[in-house]
């Protein structure tokens, strides 16, 4: 019996859509990130989590926090036209950030669901930075606990 692919890829972008007042436009897909683009969508969730718990008295970090998500979402509604971005709301914006994200995550937890049944079955081990113990038994003794004092 033919084993399954470990992955399936594909050259082909499929890209997800949304809809703006009942008009449908297209969103990046996961699939279109590039190596640097993925990076600066880390520094932007970190940005937005971290001016979105504590803006600084002077109301300074709010405006970097719309410049952030303005940038962001400018970068997943690529589809959407400047003068129908410009009418969203932050909240709209950063709706679809989420929605995005939710796709992002989904591509990456595929991928890992891809390789591990691989691994299970080739033998091969969890790297170092697993939470399996790497830990030698112990060559003799008791395994009982000694009573808790």
Same mark, same amino acid.
């Given at each position: 019996m033919?084993?399954?692919?470990?992955?399936?890829?594909?050259?082909?972008? #499929?890209r997800?859509?949304?809809? !703006?007042? @009942?008009?449908?436009?297209?969103?990046?897909?996961?699939?279109?990130?590039?190596?640097?683009?993925?990076?600066?969508?880390?520094?932007? /969730? @970190?940005? !937005?989590d971290?001016?979105?718990?504590?803006?600084? #008295?002077?109301?300074?970090?709010?405006?970097?926090? @719309?410049?952030?998500?303005?940038?962001?979402?400018?970068?997943?509604?690529? @589809?959407?036209?400047?003068?129908?971005?410009?009418?969203? +709301?932050a909240?709209?914006?950063? *709706?679809? !950030?989420?929605?995005?994200?939710?796709?992002?995550?989904?591509?990456?937890? /595929?991928? *890992?669901g891809?390789?591990?049944?691989?691994?299970?079955?080739?033998?091969?081990? =969890? +790297? =170092?930075?697993?939470?399996?113990?790497? #830990?030698?038994?112990r060559?003799?003794? +008791?395994?009982?606990?000694?009573?808790?004092?």
């Amino acid at each position: 019996m033919a084993e399954q692919p470990l992955l399936n890829l594909s050259t082909l972008i #499929e890209r997800p859509a949304l809809t !703006i007042d @009942g008009v449908r436009y297209e969103m990046l897909s996961p699939d279109e990130l590039s190596l640097l683009d993925s990076q600066r969508f880390t520094i932007w /969730a @970190g940005k !937005i989590d971290q001016l979105s718990k504590a803006p600084d #008295e002077a109301g300074d970090g709010i405006d970097e926090l @719309g410049e952030v998500v303005d940038a962001a979402a400018r970068k997943v509604l690529v @589809g959407v036209p400047d003068e129908i971005f410009a009418t969203l +709301s932050a909240a709209n914006k950063l *709706a679809a !950030i989420e929605a995005f994200t939710l796709l992002l995550l989904q591509k990456r937890m /595929a991928a *890992a669901g891809a390789i591990l049944p691989a691994m299970l079955r080739t033998g091969a081990k =969890p +790297s =170092p930075g697993s939470s399996a113990s790497t #830990e030698a038994r112990r060559a003799g003794g +008791s395994e009982k606990r000694p009573p808790a004092s």
